[in-house]
């Protein structure tokens, strides 16, 4: 997740503030795709790891 979220914004794709700050508070990220919609890179797989507990930093 994090190679990837590095290679976009090295690309000139600045990650995106999302409304729900569920995503962020878990260590997610998000970037806008050409039309306008939210991708979420997570750094756990749902349904497979758990979701990990809220980051102490944001919450």
């Known amino acids: 997740m994090a190679a990837v979220a590095g290679r976009l914004t090295g690309l000139g794709h600045p990650p995106a503030t999302l409304d729900n700050a569920y995503w962020a508070e ?16 997570a750094p756990w797989v749902f349904g497979k790891d758990p979701v ?7 919450g």
Do not use: I, L, T, Y
Request: hydrophobic share 50%; net charge negative.
């Open 26 to 41: 878990r260590g997610a990220v998000a970037f806008a795709d050409p039309d306008g919609w939210m991708v979420v890179f």
């Open 52 to 58: 990990p507990p809220v980051s102490a930093e944001k």
